[in-house]
């Protein structure tokens, strides 16, 4: 018997992926959002699947992470790790990943929100560079 762990690897969301992510989103033990829905993640891939991307093990979905750019900001959404496979280095690879994509697409400052109620998440955060805005709040509208 062996105790390799299996190789992550990198590629885009696709279509087909809709259910496992959202399985691996509940596995992960995300704050719930309003828009983990099928048609929610189908329309955000019409709109481009460039900056959505997960990380898979054995073919299987471990990680995601969906990164936004309106030309303007940048944005990161959806970071999730399955619980098997943390401590890894794979959340940073799926960063990593999405901000040099962010990057090439022209982006130069990437705000993100982080939920106080996820274990982790802002040691996480800090790890891979960013810091909290003191001099900002967050605003949001359910339209
Ligand atoms: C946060 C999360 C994405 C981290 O994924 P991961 O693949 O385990 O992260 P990494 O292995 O790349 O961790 C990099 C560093 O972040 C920090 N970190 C990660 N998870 C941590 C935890 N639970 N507690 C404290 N620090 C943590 C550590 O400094 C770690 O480096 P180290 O392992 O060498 O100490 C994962 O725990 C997760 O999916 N959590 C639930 C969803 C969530 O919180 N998403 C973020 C939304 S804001």
Redesign the pocket.
């Known amino acids: 018997m062996t105790n390799e762990l299996p190789a992550i690897r990198l590629r885009d969301f696709a279509a087909p992926d809709v259910d496992a992510v959202l399985a691996l989103w509940r596995r ?4 719930a959002r309003p828009t983990d829905r099928p048609d929610a993640l189908l329309k955000r891939l019409a709109h481009g699947d460039d900056l959505f991307v997960v990380a898979t093990a054995d073919d299987q979905i471990v ?1 995601s992470l969906i990164g936004g750019w309106d030309g303007w900001r940048g944005g990161l959404y ?6 098997s ?9 799926l960063v990593r990943e999405v901000e040099a994509r962010l990057r090439r697409a022209g982006a130069e400052r990437v705000p ?4 106080f109620g ?4 802002v ?3 800090e ?2 560079g960013y810091r909290p805005d003191r001099d900002e709040a967050i605003f949001v509208k359910d339209l």
């Open positions: 992960a033990d995300a704050v990680g959806r970071l999730a790790v399955d619980p496979v943390r401590r890894r280095g794979v959340g940073t690879l993100i929100r982080v939920f996820e274990p982790g998440a040691t996480f955060w790890s891979v």
